[in-house]
């Protein structure tokens, strides 16, 4: 778990989670934040404000001195953004927001968290394999030298991540967890105090906890992980978000496609097809199959230049279409008319 800061008269004490009521709430209608943490020290602190901001929803809250609440549990407590008829947060679009709560005093961010409003976007699953920042992602703060090796087994999905500490040291950290509506919490842990492979084994002596890693999936082969954890000295927690993408070693989309896929329209028969031949342009590609007619068109999102193609859309000789949002580097997922479709590669 994550180690949090002591501060005795500080909003910040110990708090740990914030979250929406209700968990998923729909577009237009009325939610709350929920700040829940141990106050021991203190009163659980007071809400000062709540507002949406774009993407981003923020809690502001100010410590009270422990007379406030004399006699009152303060060992496990939560604090609403708002009571039942007054005045409620609303966020007008779908999609993925930020959670932030906030010190009214220093400032300081106290919990962070990610929340869906809206309903569920077509699923996705991630690939398994390594991933490295997206040049052009939305939070391009990253480069060579850090990457995040991750692997989807089941309902199960374990992360290991690859870089530097503080100090410029080589280090690595690991997680494993769940996915939900295309979010992941996990925390993270950094074993040391073990030997190198290139000297006799030595288990590690230690798993020192690290923080957190939140992520927003946002195709099998793209994400934005908000790497969070707090300052064991001063108390002061950060959040560094990074896009990332999985890594194509020597398997881009386009002429890295070319070969044999399943195909499943839903409620027909998988269906093998072979895409044997390719048409390129500046701005994306087209592979058909030249036995059963059916083509796939593509689009590269341009300011991502490593990234998988923007969209695609894949149709076929005999009227059948869909529109693939969820774009992986051997996967394509998305809609048609008559439900779902899936694509996997199985060999060049």
Same mark, same amino acid.
């Given at each position: 778990?994550?180690?949090?800061?002591?501060?005795?008269?500080?909003?910040?004490?110990?708090?740990? &989670?914030?979250?929406?009521?209700?968990?998923?709430?729909?577009?237009?209608?009325p939610?709350?934040?929920e700040l829940?943490?141990?106050?021991?020290?203190t009163?659980?602190? &007071?809400?000062?404000?709540?507002?949406v901001?774009?993407?981003?929803?923020?809690?502001?809250?100010?410590s009270?001195?422990?007379?406030?609440?004399?006699?009152?549990?303060?060992?496990?407590?939560?604090v609403?953004?708002?009571?039942?008829?007054?005045?409620?947060?609303r966020?007008?679009?779908a999609?993925?927001?930020?959670?932030?709560?906030?010190?009214?005093?220093?400032?300081?961010?106290?919990?962070?968290?990610?929340? &869906?409003?809206?309903?569920?976007?077509?699923?996705?699953?991630?690939e398994?394999?390594?991933?490295?920042?997206?040049?052009?992602?939305?939070?391009?703060?990253s480069?060579?030298?850090?990457?995040?090796?991750?692997e989807?087994?089941g309902?199960?999905?374990?992360?290991?991540?690859?870089?530097?500490?503080?100090?410029?040291q080589?280090?690595?950290?690991?997680?494993?967890?769940?996915?939900?509506?295309n979010?992941?919490?996990?925390?993270l842990?950094?074993?040391t105090?073990?030997s190198?492979?290139?000297?006799?084994?030595a288990?590690?002596?230690?798993a020192?906890?690290?923080?957190?890693v939140?992520?927003?999936?946002?195709?099998?082969?793209?994400?934005?992980?908000?790497?969070e954890?707090?300052?064991?000295?001063?108390?002061?927690?950060?959040?560094n978000?990074?896009?990332?993408?999985?890594?194509?070693?020597?398997?881009?989309?386009g002429?890295?496609?070319?070969?044999?896929?399943?195909?499943?329209w839903?409620?027909?028969?998988?269906e093998?097809?072979?895409?044997?031949?390719?048409?390129?342009?500046?701005?994306?590609?087209?592979?058909?199959?030249?036995?059963?007619?059916?083509a796939?068109?593509?689009?590269?999102?341009?300011?991502?230049?490593?990234?998988?193609?923007?969209?695609?859309q894949?149709?076929?000789?005999?009227?059948?279409?869909?529109?693939?949002?969820?774009?992986?580097?051997?996967?394509? &997922?998305?809609?048609s008319?008559?439900?779902?479709?899936?694509?996997q590669?199985?060999?060049?």
């Open positions: 778990m994550l180690l949090l800061g002591a501060f005795a008269g500080s909003a910040h004490a110990d708090a740990q &989670r914030i979250a929406l009521w209700p968990e998923q709430p729909a577009v237009g209608t939610f709350r934040i829940e943490g141990v106050w021991a020290k009163c659980a602190p &007071r809400v000062e404000r709540a507002f901001d774009g993407a981003d929803i923020h809690l502001v809250v100010a009270q001195k422990k007379a406030a609440c004399a006699g009152a549990q303060t060992e496990s407590a939560k609403l953004s708002a009571s039942p008829g007054e005045s409620e947060l966020a007008e679009s999609g993925v927001y930020r959670l932030y709560a906030h010190d009214a005093t220093s400032g300081e961010m106290l919990a962070f968290s990610l929340a &869906r409003i809206g309903d569920d976007p077509l699923a996705t699953t991630p398994s394999g390594l991933w490295w920042p997206e040049p052009g992602g939305e939070f391009a703060n480069g060579p030298g850090f990457g995040v090796q991750v989807m087994q309902d199960v999905l374990a992360l290991t991540a690859t870089g530097y500490r503080d100090s410029g080589a280090a690595w950290w690991f997680g494993a967890g769940s996915l939900q509506s979010l992941s919490t996990l925390s842990s950094a074993l105090g073990g190198a492979p290139f000297g006799v084994y288990a590690p002596k230690e020192e906890p690290a923080g957190n939140h992520v927003s999936w946002l195709s099998a082969a793209r994400a934005v992980f908000w790497f954890r707090v300052d064991p000295a001063s108390g002061k927690r950060t959040v978000p990074i896009s990332m993408a999985r890594f194509a070693f020597g398997m881009r989309p002429r890295g496609w070319l070969g044999t896929w399943a195909v499943q839903e409620g027909l028969d998988t093998r097809v072979r895409f044997d031949r390719i048409i390129e342009t500046e701005g994306g590609f087209e592979l058909s199959d030249a036995r059963t007619g059916l796939l068109q593509c689009v590269w999102a341009l300011d991502r230049p490593q990234s998988p193609p923007q969209t695609c894949l149709s076929s000789d005999d009227g059948l279409e869909a529109s693939l949002s969820d774009i992986g580097l051997r996967s394509l &997922r998305g809609v008319e008559a439900g779902g479709v899936r694509l590669m199985l060999e060049p």
